[in-house]
């Protein structure tokens, strides 16, 4: 993995051709026969149909048409909205429903099935295995990944130093979140929890109808809706350790559509792949269910001195109830991430209570 910053690859030149063809037979008005050995355009992209979806959607569009211009103001790509169990069920924790897998699930159905070509994720939300035939192909470049305390009428901000000060005890905070619940317990055992479900602003309607007291959102999600005014405190990765993968939007596609792959890797965000790695590796080695509070947040740190950097892994595991917490941080180069993240979580495992992993 290169992390010189030298210019990107060229874009697929069998794709190229396809939609400077295109758009010749566009402005000339003629179809082009139907053929099963070429590609057809438009080209399909699946996504969940929350307005968080549709932004995150939106804009990688934008980042591919920007880098094949051809593309661009032709039609060459079609929006397909797509419905998820986890997106239905709001009632329930996702543990209880089949994990988070379920906010792509239907969607990897209509990629297995060539009803889209591609399909676009809140990292986040993706199983650290997908179905055969499908791979991630595609890594965005990474938004804050950091959580925002979200506090509800008449409280006041606290420090950053402090952050759940503001919260008055046994304050009852809205949240779905086992990692969440767990990092603030183990600080704050006297606070309360409830199941607050839903795009972010059912959560925050939740929040000012006073239906709890405060709540908690991805900084990256409200930054990208343009509502980073709504956050009342950032919290640090080394209060709050992230979820693995959160503020990265990653792109997967069939394993045998070489022509998309090809795309999609040159516009790939070479230091979202190796932090994404080592989270996954991580999450993946520990093999936690949505049951498992489990946080991952990789970086890459740059020396003055050297113009290699150094991947900086935090790995936390905990009880649901905050009685038990590990953490602990591996560094290493960003070759080596999935390495990384592996022995992060070989380590955690080692020494966390066997009973965290339980089904």
């Not at 990292?123 to 470049?141: M, N, S, Y």
Request: proline share 5%; aromatic share 4%; net charge neutral.
């Amino acid at each position: 993995m290169d992390f010189a910053r030298s210019p990107a690859p060229g874009p697929s030149s069998a794709l190229q051709k396809v939609a400077a063809e295109a758009a010749a037979r566009q402005k000339q008005g003629v179809q082009r026969p139907e053929s099963h050995h070429r590609r057809q355009l438009p080209l399909r992209v699946g996504t969940r149909a929350s307005p968080l979806a549709l932004v995150q959607t939106r804009a990688f569009l934008t980042v591919l048409t920007r880098f094949c211009p051809v593309l661009r103001d032709m039609g060459a790509f079609q929006e397909h909205q797509i419905n998820t169990t986890g997106d239905q069920v709001q009632n329930r924790r996702l543990a209880e429903i089949g994990g988070k897998g379920l906010f792509a699930k239907e969607i990897h159905d209509a990629l297995s099935d060539g009803r889209i070509d591609f399909a676009v994720h809140s990292l986040k939300d993706l199983e650290t295995t997908l179905p055969p035939g499908l791979v991630l192909a595609c890594t965005l470049r990474r938004e804050d990944a950091r959580d925002v305390l979200i506090l509800g009428p008449g409280l006041e901000k606290g420090t950053a130093a402090d952050p759940f000060a503001a919260l008055p005890k046994g304050a009852l905070v809205g949240c779905a979140s086992v990692r969440r619940q767990a990092q603030m317990l183990h600080v704050r055992p006297d606070l309360r929890f409830g199941l607050l479900r839903g795009n972010v602003q059912t959560r925050l309607d939740k929040l000012a109808a006073r239906q709890c007291d405060a709540t908690l959102l991805a900084l990256a999600g409200l930054r990208r809706l343009g509502m980073e005014d709504r956050a009342d405190i950032v919290l640090d990765p080394e209060i709050m350790v992230p979820a693995a993968g959160q503020g990265i939007v990653g792109v997967t596609v069939r394993e045998s559509d070489v022509e998309l792959r090809e795309l999609l890797a040159a516009i790939e965000d070479y230091e979202a792949r190796a932090v994404a790695t080592a989270e996954r590796a991580l999450l993946a080695e520990l093999d936690g269910s949505c049951r498992t509070p489990i946080g991952g947040y990789a970086r890459l740190v740059w020396d003055e001195s050297s113009q290699d950097p150094t991947l900086r892994l935090t790995g936390l595991v905990a009880r649901e109830d905050g009685s038990f917490l590990l953490r602990r941080v591996a560094t290493g180069a960003p070759a080596d991430a999935e390495h990384l993240g592996r022995e992060l979580g070989r380590s955690l495992r080692a020494d966390s209570p066997s009973d965290i992993f339980a089904e």
